[in-house]
């Protein structure tokens, strides 16, 4: 079994769904032959000194845990934590991805991502994305004290709440042309996705074929993931006693 997450935005403000995480990490998660987070595991990572903080190091020694006991962990950085590196995957026994990642998920070749880069409607946001990917911005980012980091990238969150909304809707999903392209280019005809906080199952014609597009909840006040084995891929939540059931906001 495969399992898969994303766009949990794990911070010290967030004590029940941390909680909710080692949770599934020391559960279902130990069922499983590979686990994918895809982006946006924490609300902000000023750089892998984070793996410190007290607030998320259960998460850290739970993934940990999960590598010892022979799990493969698959991270695709997100928007809010692009800066994890090789201090991250030490202490977690992560293998960290870039952009994408082509895996067989529930028996299809399927094509993991964020889903950020689908947004091209976005323009200020894609511009800004250019500039904190680029690595002289990181070098020079992460050479300042960890403190200002800290202040630097609440500032960033804060001004990106505020430009969020004054957005329009459709700025903020994903591309009908960014998904084809995406699916021809990478010759797949299965793409998962997190990032905009809008779960759903859609289909896609592309040069005349059907293509599924499969949107990750957020975990914005319940967990949420999906599994994959035996051909199927199934979306998961918990219930108010915190047993997973089925999530009802996608197909059967």
Known sequence: MDLLCSDLHLSAATPALNTAFVALLEGRAHQA???????????????????????????????????????????????????MGAGFAEATGARIHGDWLIADIGGRDTLLLHGDTLCTDDLPYQQFRTMVRNPQWQAAFLAKPLAERHAIAEDMRRRSKEATAGKGEYLMDANADAIAAMFRHHDVGTLIHGHTHRPAQHRHTVDGATCIRHVLADWRDRACWFEAEDGALRAFTTDDAGQPVADTRYPA
């Open 33 to 83: 032959r590979r686990v994918f987070l895809l982006g946006d595991l924490f609300e902000a990572w000023a750089g892998d000194e984070d793996v410190a903080d007290p607030a998320v190091r259960p998460v850290i020694d739970a993934l940990r845990a999960l590598h010892a006991a022979g799990i493969e962990v698959h991270v695709l950085p997100g928007n809010r934590d692009f800066l």
